[in-house]
């Protein structure tokens, strides 16, 4: 089993940055996809980066040019930077991995996701 930790959340001024943290711990076979998902009060989760184990990334178009991800695969780290930073980027961030872990004679596919990490930003 993989257990996601998230930290780096806070309050912020319009315009300012932060930086977040994801530490993967427990066992796997593997993790593939990692990634950066937000909900803002009242809305549904949504897609804010997600990087490939190879390093190739995606951005939703609200992130382009002011969220960076990147990701440490020796310290089972994914991390996503955040500049220029807007009052509707003001959610909780929760982070997500594809998990693949022994599992009999085989390997099982899990979807695991942080407990979340709040991010506020002030007008």
């Known amino acids: 089993q993989v257990q996601l930790v998230e930290s780096g959340g806070g309050l912020v001024q319009a315009g300012g940055s932060l930086r977040l943290s994801c530490a993967a711990s427990?066992?796997?076979?593997?993790?593939?996809?990692m990634g950066w998902y937000r909900q803002a009060p009242g809305k549904q989760r949504e897609l804010a980066a997600v990087?490939?184990?190879?390093?190739?990334?995606n951005y939703a178009d609200s992130a382009k040019g002011r969220f960076t991800i990147s990701r440490d695969n020796a310290r089972n780290t994914v991390y996503l930077q955040m500049s220029n930073l807007k009052p509707e980027d003001t959610a909780v961030y929760y982070c997500?991995?594809?998990?693949?872990?022994?599992?009999?004679?085989?390997?099982?596919?899990?979807?695991?996701w942080g407990q979340g990490t709040l991010v506020t930003v002030s007008s």
């Open positions: 990087i490939t184990s190879g390093g190739s990334t």
């Open positions: 997500n991995a594809e998990t693949y872990s022994e599992y009999g004679r085989g390997v099982r596919r899990l979807e695991v």
């Open positions: 427990g066992s796997w076979f593997s993790i593939n996809d």
